[in-house]
């Protein structure tokens, strides 16, 4: 890992501990950067916190929200994909990112998106976060559609990827 993505993983950490968010998982790993997943009796904080103290109760769809913060690199982007299982809400916390959308698989234009921008998702809506040309760092809120099977990271459906995955 490049001491530049070490750093950067290693304030957004402490400024969520800082914030008072306990982190269930930490993935560093990801080569366009990684997230953090908070824990899901927190969601009415993060939202608070992050976006702009929206009442989760209006958001829930199948009962359970996964709240997650996203660090994306300069340069990179996220695959090209949708859910089945899930719709998305995104806000960015600090950078400009960029964001294509579409119902279908040709990418939509590239939209850039600045801190307190708000993106929704819906479920099956195709998607890609990209970095620009510095790190982004956006908030992310899961809205589970399916009460008995909620989404997960196997709810990745790739229509195009940089990485082949």
Do not use: C
């Amino acid at each position: 890992m490049s001491a530049e993505k070490q750093q950067i993983f290693e304030r957004v950490e402490k400024m969520l501990t800082s914030q008072g968010f306990n982190i269930v998982t930490k993935d560093d790993t990801r080569p366009w950067g990684g997230f953090f997943v908070i824990d899901e009796n927190q969601a009415q904080d993060f939202a608070n916190q992050y976006f702009d103290k929206i009442d989760v109760e209006n958001l829930r769809i199948g009962g359970k929200l996964s709240p997650k913060i996203l660090l994306v690199a300069p340069k990179t982007r996220l695959s090209w994909q949708y859910h089945n299982r899930r719709a998305e809400i995104w806000q960015v916390v600090e950078g400009i990112v960029g964001v294509k959308k579409s119902n279908n698989d040709e990418e939509g234009n590239l939209i850039e998106y600045h801190p307190k921008d708000q993106i929704k998702l819906q479920q099956g809506e195709r998607h890609r976060l990209i970095g620009l040309e510095d790190w982004g760092i956006v908030a992310e809120i899961w809205l589970h559609t399916d009460k008995d099977n909620h989404s997960d990271e196997e709810d990745i459906i790739r229509v195009q990827d940089d990485f082949g995955r």
